[in-house]
């Protein structure tokens, strides 16, 4: 059993030492505070390299690889009017004879699969804000170019699995778009 001396002793013990306490705490705070920074920084740095990157989706070698692609199919339009594509086969059959037609479109879809690529290991690797690219990269224009090329993707990663993993990801892990009211709710 403990005498009441022995456990004041110990109390005495502890309070005589509050220098040192108040010293641990301090450097145990000021710690935590350069951890925090450090954080804030490079998140920071992060943002700062996703927004190059959303640069260069915007201008450059990117941005005129999506016009091309875009004047190239709008020549063909009515023919994708027409059909009502229902399906991933009938797409295929509208798209790949345009391809077969416009080279130069391997070639500009490839530069923005890459692209998606090299924005997907950014993320991967945190050197890229995975938020700031998704909220930018994840919305609509990503699956509408997905969608637009799945039948290619598709026939592509008969020889690399991998082909436009990137881009997929940014479609799959995006949000959800909002889904429309059904009626105006206006009275």
Known sequence: ???????????????????GLWKSLAIGSAGAFAVWQYSSLLSGTATTHTMDYIKRYE???VADARQDISNTL??????FNRLQLSNEQQHA????????LEPKLHADIDTVVDFFE??????RERVCS??????????AESRLFWRNFEPYINTRREN???????LEWFVTQAPSPPSRP??????
């Open 59 to 61: 201008d450059g070698r």
């Open 1 to 19: 059993m403990v005498s009441i001396k022995k456990a004041l002793d110990g109390i005495w013990k502890v309070e005589a030492n509050w220098p």
């Open 182 to 187: 059904t009626s105006n709710p206006v009275d």
């Open 93 to 100: 059959a509208v798209l790949n004879p345009i391809l077969d």
């Open 130 to 139: 995975s938020e700031v690219a998704l909220g930018y990269f994840g919305g």
């Open 160 to 166: 690399n699995p991998d082909y436009a993993k990137g």
């Open 74 to 79: 709008r020549t063909y339009a009515d023919q």
């Open 118 to 123: 090299g924005l997907r290991t950014c993320v």
